[in-house]
């Protein structure tokens, strides 16, 4: 399909960008002994978690069960849930997965443990285990380094459950001194860490820095989006993924009305410093999508001096990404930007 | 499924209330000499358009010809498409649809008759018309009564296109006075006004008020949510869709994380006179869920005096119910809380 044969609102990637940015973060970590471990959260396709490995990543990271599903089913053998399950129907299903690929599971709590153990028991295979801590995120894992101790030696209490290390997600400047003291009070009971995982591509290219990291989990990075060329040094041409929209309406001289709403754009906003309204119109910079409405996307022009026309197309550079390819089905990927083909959104909807 | 057996998160429906809002929504029309034309963008199953038009609607609305064509395919003949189509890729696929059912479209510019003429021409099949005006929601819609006439006028002139009245979104004060005016002048014309179609759930039960309307459009209704709780008359018990959701981690004493992030709830807020937070944990109310990231939901407990423990499962009254449906490929419905069977979001990933 060329361009001007697929209808909108949809959203199209450019498979140039996503190879530059894939090979970007596989060399930064290569360079610097880190082990990539993607977040195919962002992307949810099955060619691209292949692609991922095949450059070098050592598996992948998924947040849900139903991910990591659809990537087994595909092939993939060796996935991180970077997600707290807890509860029998989430030990059954971990069981099942535990009997096909290597897993690893990370943790924060003793009932997070016994569903670990549970799906463990069940598969009759072994399950690797990080704990998570929190760095700063102020959302899942453990407070203190004391806490993180007793996790792990929780864990090496259990039959079958393999205590790895550490797991957190951002990387700030409160993970070094917590992996540090962590490491020390694990020495005294003789427990190695083997893995500290960080988490988030605003500061990847910063990872190297991070004392005892040893691996790096990544997902917003293969397609970049509005928030990521706000937050970090990567340029706009980074942006892989774009939503394709029409110009659906021009009630007044500074109002237009695109075709790209929340069910399209999702409602997510930018950090306030990085800019305002509900994603970037390429072709049009000083328009503001000031509102959106589930299908409708209310531009300001007011500011922008040139005017679209209805039936004009604009591409816009999401706000965040990851959610924007959740609200589709497929994407149209190209290499050229001549030809277009459909990739299914494999695990979107996989949302336990 | 009894309720322990699904996996969270998820959306769960009960019937019973369903059927009352559609009940009392449709008693209000009938009493009243309205058309009731619901709207499916809210929940997209095929079962729950099959009961509107049972109880009484006179057809039903889509914003998106792909929802039109779920619809269509599974036996509603009578849809007014509330949304302006442009270009070739929607004419031909309206002009698929004209063949085979009764349409009316909406249109607010002369691109966007083309649209609909073209389309007629191809299918060889009439298509009513709405002129769009707009009365205080500043997205689409002419702006003036002179305007609207001048539509009108262009409509009548295509071969196929029917004229058939106004459409505005959401109704307002200005709505009458609008109306009234451009009947005057289409009456000058020898203009008939047949329909007047208004759309909104938080002014539905106060339409008959509105001079001149003969059509009511409503969505939300079907489900209620608590934008709607907080703006109309309706009482929490109303709200026939809840998200329920597992407490995932306890990290600290003010804080729970639940498995419901923005892929399950959207980032969508209710206003602030409404509350606060993306939803409302109905056992624990004076809990906030104060952030969102994809999939955590971040609970702040610092008011709540009761604390919920890690596993206990919660049900949330979302703040924006139809974007939180489009998030899912399956609601699970219940006659009496007890039974839980899996429906189709049919007309999900519906986005062109």
């Not at 060619?47 to 599903?69: H, S």
């Not at 397609?223 to 021009?250: F, H, K, M, W």
Request: proline share 5%; with cysteine.
């Amino acid at each position: 399909m060329t361009r001007d044969e697929l209808d909108t609102p949809v959203p199209i990637v450019r498979l140039d960008i996503v190879e530059d940015n894939l090979a970007r973060m596989q060399a930064y970590c290569d360079r610097h002994g880190l082990r990539l471990r993607p977040h195919i959260k962002t992307h949810k396709v099955i060619a691209l978690a292949k692609r991922q490995m095949e450059l070098g990543a050592v598996g992948i990271t998924c947040q849900k069960l139903g991910e990591a599903e659809v990537m087994a089913d595909a092939g993939v053998d060796d996935i991180l849930l970077s997600y707290p399950l807890i509860g029998k129907i989430k030990a059954q299903r971990l069981a099942a997965l535990a009997r096909r690929i290597k897993l690893t599971v990370a943790v924060d709590s003793e009932n997070g443990i016994s569903t670990i153990a549970e799906a463990a028991r069940l598969a009759r295979a072994p399950i690797d285990v990080l704990v998570e801590f929190e760095s700063g995120g102020e959302r899942t894992g453990v407070q203190t380094p004391a806490e993180a101790v007793a996790m792990a030696k929780a864990i090496r209490l259990v039959e079958l459950l393999r205590f790895k290390g550490l797991m957190t997600y951002p990387i700030s400047p409160k993970t070094a001194p917590f992996v540090r003291e962590t490491r020390t009070l694990l020495e005294r009971e003789g427990i190695e860490l083997e893995i500290v995982s960080g988490g988030g591509t605003p500061g990847a290219y910063s990872a190297h820095a991070v004392e005892n990291l040893t691996e790096l989990r990544v997902g917003t990075y293969i397609y970049n989006d509005r928030t990521i060329v706000g937050l970090t040094s990567e340029p706009q041409e980074s942006c892989a993924l774009r939503v394709l929209a029409t110009v659906v309406s021009r009630p007044t001289e500074d109002r237009a009305i695109i075709d790209a709403g929340s069910k399209t754009l999702s409602s997510d906003l930018v950090p306030a410093t990085v800019g305002s309204g509900y994603g970037l119109i390429e072709e049009y910079p000083c328009a503001t999508i000031v509102r959106l409405n589930e299908e409708h996307g209310i531009v300001d022009l007011s500011r922008s001096e040139r005017k679209p026309k209805i039936g004009e197309r604009l591409t816009i550079v999401p706000n965040h990404v990851c959610v924007v390819s959740n609200l589709h089905d497929e994407i149209y990927v190209t290499e050229n930007g001549a030809e277009f083909t459909p990739w299914s959104v494999a695990a979107r909807g996989a949302t336990t």
